[in-house]
DNA sequence: CTGCATCCTCTTCGATACTG
DNA sequence: CAGTATCGAAGAGGATGCAG
């Protein structure tokens, strides 16, 4: 009798067992993902970038033999993964593990691990286009201290919103330019754009309505520490 | 800037900056033992039985600098750990993943890690005494398929309960023979001491109040599936 | 482009033994 | 009691390749 199947912490308690499953690195990023809507492999690798797709492949399949993942032939022909009901139970989870992050993490230093992609990829996700106009709205955000990948595009339109990193060619209605631990900061609610536009980091061209609303359009990050409004 | 601080997952995302303290391997069993009220590096051992010394040196480090645990020197003179605000806000999450655990883990998958040392170190953490006489009493547990740590006494004396593996020489008030797999049963919520005993591989010789009353004084494990009683 | 598989290197883990 | 020392094994990361 084995009792030492690799990665087993060999006890009966629940929480060992849910251990097992749960703790192992790179899990709750990727469950993250799933629970925030993403099928793809390469949608997963978005939002876990530095994952290695091996490691990413090997995961899915420990989550699927766990119960937790259904992986069914897309209408594509790409493979989609969705949460089984043991998988979205652990919503809870994922969210407390969030929400103790943002309480008790050190500001300071989530704010060192700053990424574009990741920062742009969770904006996009979040952003409410209700306020905006009907028509076709193209945000640019430029990041002037990086050395590449400084310029973002969001595309809304109707409800949906694209993210691009290279130029759209459409007419830009909304140009930002800010530093990326301003708008990280404000996207975690550490700030506000008002904040940040008062101390100078945060300069915002367009029009006036969805400059001043943008704090609300943007959204902010599901995890942001709640502000008094 | 290194990116790439070892074990970093490299996000702002608190998910992410939390998994990076509370997802680590042995982690959250080192935790539900501090919550559980384990304050020394042989008790935490003990609930922890099969990480290695070195490495719950490590992690306990760790927690520490994660501010989730403070060191001092206890009064009999070993190290006292205790959490702070920040770990014991965790308890929330450890609960949660046992719940989880407790749901949607297959039972038979649990039951493959048995444990006598565990299931009677948990067992005399919860046990209830106030049904029992006023009076020390002792209750006898017999594996008899154990090729080594057999038999078990708990010594109940006013409110303390005590573990022994080698017989403490008192007489024996209640005496238990049943299998490893069964206690567990019984003492995760997934049997009941009156449906092992009737399937004969539960027996009780002693007070008949007390052996009456078992399932209540015995207490169940704090993630055991809620029973119609 | 999606979804992996392989190869190789480097870090971490586990088992055991030993010290203040 | 509360850890450290050592060393072989296992696991993670990165680069690259490849099939559909």
Redesign the interface.
Known sequence: MD?TASG????????????E?????????IL?ELLCGSRHFNDLKRGVP?ISPTLLSKRLKELQLA?LLDCTEGATGGTEYSLTP?GE??R???M??????????DTQ???K???PS??MW?MRRHLNPTPMPPRRYTIQFRYPELPNRRDWWLVVERQDVDLCQADPGFEVDLYVETSLKSM?SIW?GMATVQSEMTAGRFQADGDKEIVRSMQAWLGL?P?AHKQAS
């Open positions: 009792m087993s912490y060999g006890q009966f308690c629940p929480v060992a067992m849910a251990a499953v749960f703790c192992t690195r790179w899990t709750p990023l993250r530095r119960g043991a139970d652990l809870g989870l994922v407390g593990l969030g929400f103790w992050g943002a309480r008790w993490v230093k989530s704010l691990n700053l990424d990741l920062l969770d990280t975690m990050s995890f």
